[in-house]
C-alpha cells in the first residue's frame, strides 16, 4: 500500500501550489489528476502547431516585486521564474462605439473624456479615490498570509494599529463592490463597465463581487504604472513552474487518476481509492475540486454534517468557445485580447451578451506556426447548462445548436478581422458539456455563486478530521489569484501556524 503525507485530489492552480508548499515544507505528495495533463481549466492543447488555450488569458502581477498577487508570491517562495511578456492594451467593443484601451489610470480618464465628458471624469476620480484606501489595506495584509481561519485578535489588533488612517474602509474589505459604486458612480457607462470588470472577476455582478478582488484588479490596472502579463508558452507555463516545484522536493503527480471515493479509518481521512480500484493511503486528503464534486466522493455520513450544503449553492453559468488556427498575411495591429459587449440593456449576466477573445500569438509567436495565428474566445460564466444538460455530443441537433450558439464569436470577430471566415484553418467549438468534460466541473460551471453581500467563501477545512479544500469553491474564491491563495491556506492548516509563517519570512511576507 502506498502510503503519503497528504494527497491532493485535482491538479488544478490550488491543487499545484497546495502540493508544492507541502512539497516544500518537506512533507511527501501525491496529486491526483482525473484529465490527462495537469492545469485543471489553466491547460492547453496542440494541433497542427496551434497552441490552443483553454483557461485564463489576462495576467497580471506575477512578475512585479512587491505584489499582492498570491500567485506572484508563491512562484517566488518556490524560487520558479516563469518568462513573461509585458503589454498594456486591448480592443474594446462596446455600444458607446470600439476603442483601444491601454491599463493605467490616463488611458482610461482620457477614454471617458471622449465618451462621457468631464463630469464623468470627476465621478470616475472621487470612485478610485475611495478605492484607494481598501488597496493599501489589500497591500498591507497580504492574502497569502491571512486567512480568516487563522487570524487571532493580537494579529489583528496590530494590523489595526498599522491600518488607523484607512481603519474606516476595514469593514468594506468583504461586502459587494457594488455598494462603493453606488455611492461614486451615476454615469451609466462607467456603472456598467464595472460591473462587467466584476462580472469577468467572479461570474457574478459587482453588488455580488468580493470588494477586496476588485481593490486588488484595479491596483493593478488603473495605477500609473500597471501593465498586463502573458507566460510565453501561454498557461501551461504556470503550470509547468508548479509542477516542476512539487517535483524538485520530492512531490509526485499522476494524472489520468480518476479518484472515485475519499476513504475513512474511525472517522478519520485516511487515503483515496481511483476509479480503477487502485488505493492510496495518507495522513492528510484535500479535495482541489468544486462544491459539487468534493461532496460526492465522500459517504453521506460525513456529507450531511457540511454547510453549506451542496444542493442549496447556487453555481455561475457556464461557457460558449471556440478556437481557430488562422492565417495571419497582411494583419496589422491585431488585439492581443478583445471584448465585446452587445447590449448594456440586456445586462451583463444576459446569455451571448458578453464574448471575450485573445490572441495570444500577436505577442508570442511560439503560440502558431509562422504566419499564423491562434485564438481562443468564450463567452464568460453567461451560457445556461439547462439547454444543453439532456444533449448528446453525437446526436445532430447538439451539433446544430453548437453552431448556431457559437455564431456569436464569428460576429463579434468581423469588427477586427473582417474577413475572418476566409482566413480560418481551424475551428473548435466548444459548448457546457465540452467544458464540463475537460475540467471536470459541475455543470460546466465557473464555480459556485456566492455573493459577497451574503458572507464569504467557506475556509478550507471540512466536518471531517484531516480532511481540506482548496479551490475555486473555497475561500477567497473563482479567479487565479483566489484559488492560489486557498491552496496556500490548505498547506498552513496541515504544516501549521509556525512553521508556515517561517516560509513566508523567506520572501518577508
Known sequence: ????????????????????ILALAGKKVLILEAHNQAGGVAHSF???????????????????????????????????????????????????????????????????????????????????????????????????????????????LKLATKLLPNLSSLSKLNGGFGDIVDNHLRDPFLRNWVDLLSFLISGMPMHDTNSAAMATL????????????????????IVKALVNALKKNGGELIVSSKVEAVNFSNDIASGVTLENGSKFNSDYVVMNTDAWTSRKLIPREFTKKWSPKAKNINKCGSFLHIHLGFDASGLQNLPIH?????????????????????????????????????????TPANEPWEIWQNL???QLSYKNLKEERCSIFLKSLRKIIPDIHNRIEIKLLGTPLTHEKFTNTYCGSYGPALSAAQGLF?????????????????????????????????????IGKKEYKNLLKIIDL
Request: proline fraction near 7%.
Open 392 to 394: 448528446n455530443a453525437s
Open 458 to 494: 467557506p475556509g478550507c477545512t471540512t466536518p471531517v478530521k484531516n480532511l481540506l479544500t482548496c479551490g475555486a469553491s473555497t475561500f477567497p474564491g473563482i479567479g487565479i489569484p483566489a484559488v492560489s491563495a486557498s491552496g496556500a491556506y490548505a498547506a498552513e492548516k496541515i
Open 338 to 378: 478583445a471584448i465585446h459587449v452587445d447590449d448594456w440593456e440586456r445586462g451583463i449576466t444576459a446569455e451571448r451578451n458578453v464574448a471575450v477573445f485573445s490572441i495570444p500569438s500577436v505577442l508570442d509567436n511560439t503560440m502558431a506556426p509562422k504566419g499564423k495565428h491562434v485564438l481562443h474566445g468564450y
Open 1 to 20: 500500500m502506498n502510503k503519503y503525507d497528504v494527497i491532493i485530489i485535482g491538479s488544478g492552480i490550488g491543487g499545484l501550489c497546495c502540493g508544492s
Open 46 to 156: 496542440s494541433i497542427k502547431g496551434y497552441k490552443f488555450e483553454s483557461g485564463p488569458s489576462l495576467w497580471s502581477g506575477i512578475g512585479k516585486w512587491p505584489t499582492t498577487n498570491p500567485l506572484g508570491q508563491i512562484l517566488k517562495l518556490l524560487d520558479e521564474k516563469v518568462e513573461l511578456l509585458k503589454y498594456q492594451g486591448w480592443h474594446v467593443s462596446v455600444p458607446e462605439g470600439q476603442f483601444n484601451l491601454e491599463v493605467g489610470k490616463e488611458p482610461f480618464r482620457k477614454r471617458i473624456d471622449l465618451l462621457r465628458g468631464d463630469k464623468s471624469v470627476e465621478e470616475w476620480d472621487s470612485f478610485v479615490s475611495a478605492i484607494k484606501p481598501i488597496s493599501q489595506i489589500v497591500s498591507e495584509i497580504p492574502l497569502l498570509s491571512s486567512s480568516p481561519e487563522t487570524m487571532n485578535f493580537l494579529k489583528i
Open 218 to 237: 484595479f491596483d493593478e490596472w488603473f495605477e500609473p504604472e500597471s501593465y498586463l502579463e502573458y507566460p510565453k508558452g501561454g498557461s501551461e507555463s
